[in-house]
């Protein structure tokens, strides 16, 4: 039987385990990369390990997410960033070089290598014919140290194109309409690799917006096989030495296809405030938009950035609409300004930001109260914007523009028609933003920099045989790490001190979590479906840890979360029955019985004081169960564990 292109992939990096969809299966990583918002985390977990140089054959810390905030916090953070990635042979990209997975798509991804990355958005290097998994910070570190980097074998599903896509009509429509048939959680536990003739139209760019959104389908990854796109986008960046073809054999198997035909899409968008609560673009025209955000690792690509300025191009913005445009790299930005096309954006009336994530996780141009945003990004969660009550659309660029030149969200197919926009042969090439790390005969003796913001680690605690604590928190579906985690200007700055953080722990569900947690010394949250999806940042695990938090009940996780959550030291259980959620109340006091016998026989059983009952499931491998009675990732990596 033949191999999909991820099986290839995990057949030639697999240290252990079997390719067998549910069974746990250890790979070979070859390259990571970190952002400041994860990463400060991630380095300190690595310096905890006490290796003296990464092991990867490429590691690289991006500063992409916190560039522009008040205080010294952010200043310090970037100062050990750099001299922690110097020190340990880790390359710097430099506040301002750009987004992590515009630059890494544009000079360092290669196609075939395994690619593990501290944000969730890592598939975007599945664009290029890479295996790339966003993961949390912990794991990062330990692959950093030359550790394998541990998931459970996915299905694999294949999304077959045909047919070409209309004009005005988008790769992010394509990614749009899956979410539409799949929702949030449609591709759980599983890869989702796109093929059919479709595809040969579709550029690296196009593919990395589509891979880049794969990750609000739940899926484990993203990935397109390395073709003649492949070839030319790599030796466009002067890189056409990392070319390989990457294909799946014409007999492999696949878990579910769907089809798609790219000449019956329309412009797509999701509505508030979900990235599968998708319509046609032309159901909404009545709707009026004060505000337009262009940017984020989804859409900032040279291409899309052309599109914008040649639909903007003599044009202005209507007077009610406030318009930012967020090119996705250094790259990007001095091409638009050499070619002229910067001029056309900026004569429209919009508004240029820095080459950084900023509005896409609520640094900076938040919505005003109860406004409509139009957004080219992957997530529109409540609450992300920075506004609480505001409506956040996600939409194509060329959606984005005929919104913002007209006020009300207009379907661009109703334009005039602009010129063909294509990639440039040759970008212009400049890795003067990417810091090389020192020799390491310098390295053993060079200092490493933290600020007073930058607090220990803090310490798990091994899981016990009989958790009894408090229900201090019950939650719904979908429950995102944003919900868990707040991101924004308010909150990352203090990414790197866990203490001052859990000041916000679910602060858009419940503000008085934090105190009450603190209060109940041990506790315990039930969730329901979906539990954790969004962002990898692992501080949605690290924070309850420090808040006392010993075990999380709900009806299903999402992928990433829950190893978040077991590298923390936290006990992630799932109801048999999912009915019996509604046994519980916030409040009650629950014991949590038997649970290391439960660990090897999957359930242990759960009660509180009037009686309810519910049988749970645990399911654990064994090398999970050895980290949870370790306390944790960092502590079973110290004391020897693979």
């Known amino acids: 039987m033949g191999k999909t292109i991820a099986q290839k992939i995990i057949a030639s990096h697999l240290i252990s385990g079997e390719m067998v969809p549910g069974r746990e299966v250890a790979l070979k990583i070859d390259q990571t990369l970190t952002q400041d918002a994860t990463g400060t985390m991630a380095y300190l977990e690595f310096e905890t390990m006490g290796i003296p140089q990464v092991k990867t054959e490429f590691s690289i810390a991006y500063v992409d997410h916190n560039t522009l905030q008040c205080g010294f916090m952010n200043a310090d953070d970037h100062q050990y960033l750099q001299t922690v990635a110097a020190k340990h042979g880790v390359r710097f990209s430099r506040p301002g070089n750009g987004i992590c997975h515009q630059v890494h798509l544009e000079r360092f991804g290669k196609p075939g290598k395994t690619l593990i990355g501290s944000d969730s958005h890592t598939p975007t290097g599945g664009g290029l014919g890479m295996l790339a998994f966003g993961a949390g910070g912990m794991d990062v570190a330990v692959a950093m140290g030359g550790g394998a980097y541990y998931i459970t074998m996915p299905k694999m599903f294949k999304v077959e194109l045909t047919g070409r896509l209309r004009p005005y009509v988008t790769a992010k429509d394509v990614s749009l309409k899956l979410l539409q048939i799949l929702s949030v959680k449609g591709g759980v536990g599983a890869i989702i690799e796109w093929g059919g003739e479709g ?201 984005a523009v005929a919104s913002a030149l007209t006020g009300f969200i207009t379907d661009p197919t109703t334009l005039p028609p602009i010129p063909a926009v294509s990639m440039p042969e040759r970008f212009a090439i400049d890795d003067t933003g990417v810091l090389q790390p020192l020799p390491p005969q310098e390295a053993k003796d060079a200092p490493v920099l933290r600020g007073p913001n930058i607090q220990p680690f ?91 938090i010993r075990a999380v009940v709900v009806k299903s996780f999402a992928r990433i979360h829950v190893a978040n959550l077991i590298n923390a030291g936290i006990l992630p259980l799932t109801f048999e029955n999912e009915a019996d959620y509604d046994r519980f109340a916030q409040g009650d006091r629950l014991t949590i019985s038997d649970i290391h016998a439960g660990m090897d026989s999957g359930f242990v059983t759960m009660k509180n004081e009037a009686g309810e009952f519910a049988r749970l499931r645990c399911a654990l491998t064994a090398r999970q169960k050895a980290i949870l009675l370790a306390g944790g990732l960092l502590e079973y990596t110290k004391e020897g564990g693979k």
């Open 199 to 399: 595809i040969k139209r579709l550029t690296v760019p196009e593919r990395a917006t589509i891979t880049n959104m794969g990750t609000e389908l739940g899926a484990t990854t993203s990935i397109f096989p390395s073709d003649d796109q492949t070839r030319a986008f790599l030796k466009a960046q002067g890189r056409e030495g990392d070319f390989v073809p990457l294909e799946s054999d014409p007999d492999a198997v696949y878990d579910r296809v769907i089809p798609i035909d790219l000449s019956t899409l329309t412009p797509m968008i999701a509505c508030p405030h979900s990235p599968d609560n998708v319509v046609e673009v032309s159901t909404l025209a009545d709707v009026k938009a004060d505000q337009v955000c262009i940017g984020s690792c989804t859409n900032s690509s040279l291409t899309d950035m052309l599109k914008v300025a040649a639909m903007l191009r003599g044009r202005r913005v209507a007077p009610g609409v406030d318009l930012s445009v967020s090119p996705g790299s250094r790259q990007v930005l001095s091409m638009l300004a050499a070619c002229g096309a910067l001029n056309d954006i900026l004569a429209s009336g919009a508004r240029l930001l820095e080459c950084a994530c900023g509005p896409c996780i609520g640094m900076g141009f938040s919505p005003n109260s109860g406004g409509v945003s139009l957004r080219t990004f992957n997530r529109n969660f409540l609450g992300r914007s920075g506004t609480k009550d505001a409506n956040v659309y996600l939409v194509s660029p060329e959606t």
């Open 458 to 548: 803090p310490k798990g605690r091994p899981v016990p045989d009989e958790i009894g604590a408090s229900l201090v928190l019950k939650v719904g579906d979908n429950i995102t790490t944003d919900h868990i985690m707040p991101a924004g200007a308010k909150v990352l700055p203090y990414r790197s001190n866990i203490p001052k953080m859990s000041e916000f722990c679910f602060e858009v569900c419940d503000p008085g979590f934090p105190a009450r947690a603190k209060a109940a010394g041990s506790g315990i949250i039930l969730g329901g479906s979906n539990y954790g999806q969004g962002s990898s940042r692992e501080h949605a695990a690290l924070v309850p840890m420090y808040l006392g």
